[in-house]
């Protein structure tokens, strides 16, 4: 057991300065739990002028956030600077490298090279840690790693982004469009500036990779993953689900069928009577299926300074107590190539949202192309008609094939009365 247990902490936003916070306040209780107290040493960012919130005095100051890597007086470096690439990256490689632990919440980075760096890790016998990288506050890295180790994994789901999740919220709730809801989300500091990263997918993706390689043993590999994201998704889409019983949520689902994983973000509509549709707003929701745990659900906060922070430190009391496990829950040298599943041979219901020159004949025929692909309806709603003389048609399906259904929209797509690009979400059963 060592008397201190050293940190640098590389970027001061809003995670750093959020662990900065805790380790202060809870200086004595971190110690206790840790067996050691938690000292930082030095903290980088890009400017020394900004205040943020709590006091740096004690700290050493480095202009350059890549120097934490090559010192011989730390056990762990923070990144919390963000990026798949730059000082991000290079600062995880050198300090590995060097022998020091990797503390992130960079799902990006993670997504990307987690592999090498976990890889890396071994190799210099030092750990990689990542528990604030998804979900926040939602411990769902340990969970899988540990908490679920005895059981094989088969499936691991939810609400990975609740920029999206408050989006879709405060459109239902309120009726208003999607670009009026996210600059509302931006101006309140829920949406990035840039907010293309969570409202097309691409940051659930990323968390959904880490889910799947701690799920399945397989290496991160956000390249082959498609992601769909929120933007197509209009007020009226969401009234509709709604008067069939339904929410759109944004999910992430990994799934084991026979042997393949099959991987997906994009909206779905979910039961508005069943958990995952009960949670709204900021919140995210992970459910794990394990052969002999069954379904565990997790909800919480998945972002923001507390959350992310609080999960950051807990990642820095599990070193300092010594302890040490596999980024990936195996070593990374047993980690497989993932035998991806094709999700055009999945079976789902489907919502199809048309919009169509009200005229006679139509239903008829987008009937005849859907019994043709083999889809059959369940219901069919007929709504409105626009002072263009559009009317939105809106059809759920029974269990079909994706590949079918897509095949079927395509073709109804082409046809000379639709005049909108259809919406084709998923209907999951949860
Ligand atoms: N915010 C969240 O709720 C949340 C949740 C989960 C995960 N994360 C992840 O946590 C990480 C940090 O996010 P954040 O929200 O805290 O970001 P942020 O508020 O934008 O803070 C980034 C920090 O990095 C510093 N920085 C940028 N480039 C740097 C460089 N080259 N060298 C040293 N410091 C540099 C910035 O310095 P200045 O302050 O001087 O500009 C700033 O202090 C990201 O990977 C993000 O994806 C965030």
């Known amino acids: 057991m060592v008397d201190s247990f050293r940190i ?9 300065a959020g662990v900065i916070k805790i380790l202060q306040t809870h200086q004595t209780m971190i110690s206790g739990r840790a067996g050691c107290s938690v000292e930082i040493v030095a903290v980088s960012a890009r400017d020394k002028s900004k205040d943020r919130g709590v006091d740096l005095s004690r700290y050493e100051w480095l202009d350059k956030a890549a120097s934490l890597a090559g010192r011989d007086d730390l056990d762990a470096v923070v990144e919390l600077i963000g990026g798949e690439e730059g000082d991000a990256l290079e600062l995880a490689r050198n300090a590995l490298d060097n022998g020091i632990s990797f503390v992130t919440a960079n799902k990006a980075l993670l997504a990307h090279h987690g592999y090498d760096l976990a ?42 982004n609740g920029t999206c999740n408050y989006i879709l919220t405060e459109m239902r709730e309120t009726g208003r469009p999607f670009s009026d809801v996210l600059k509302e989300a931006q101006d309140k500091g829920y949406a990035e500036a840039d907010p293309e990263f969570d409202i097309e997918g691409i940051d659930s993706a990323h968390k959904l990779c880490l889910l799947s390689s701690l799920a399945f043993g397989v290496k991160p590999d956000f390249q082959t993953l498609k992601a769909q994201g929120i933007s197509h998704i209009t007020a009226a889409d969401i009234s509709y689900a709604q008067e ?12 084991q069928i026979d042997g393949t994983i099959i991987q997906m973000v994009e909206p779905c509509l979910v039961s508005e009577s069943s958990t995952m549709g009960a949670v709204e707003g900021v919140f995210n929701a992970v459910f794990v299926e394990g052969d002999f745990v069954g379904t565990e659900l997790q ?11 609080s999960a950051i430190v807990a990642d820095i009391i599990d070193l300092a107590r010594g302890y040490k496990v596999p980024a990936f829950g195996i070593p990374a040298l047993m980690l497989a190539d993932a035998n991806k599943g094709d999700p055009g041979e999945m079976e789902s219901r489907f919502y199809i949202h048309l919009t169509v020159i009200d005229k ?9 192309i859907m019994r043709d692909h083999d889809v059959s309806m369940e219901d069919v709603l007929q709504r409105g008609r626009d002072p263009e003389n559009s009317a939105s048609v809106v059809i759920t399906s029974h269990s ?3 590949a079918e259904i897509h095949k079927a929209v395509a073709k109804i797509e082409s046809l000379d009365f639709v005049v909108k690009n259809p919406t084709l979400l998923r209907i999951e059963n949860f």
Not at 121 to 139: D, K, Q, R, T, W
Not at 244 to 255: A, E, H, N, T, V
């Open 299 to 309: 909800i919480g906060r998945g972002a923001g300074e507390g959350p992310t922070a």
């Open 360 to 368: 006679p004949g139509v239903l008829a025929e987008i009937t005849a």
């Open 119 to 160: 890889v890396l890790a071994e190799e210099n016998n030092v750990s990689l840690m990542y528990e604030a990288a998804v979900a926040g506050g939602i411990p769902i890295i340990k969970s899988l790693r540990e908490g679920f180790a005895a059981n094989e994994i088969e499936a691991v789901y939810g609400i990975l």
């Open 400 to 402: 079909t094939k994706q």
């Open 244 to 255: 069939l019983g339904y929410r759109i949520k944004l999910l992430g689902i990994s799934r």
């Open 8 to 16: 640098g902490i590389a970027g001061l936003g809003t995670v750093g």
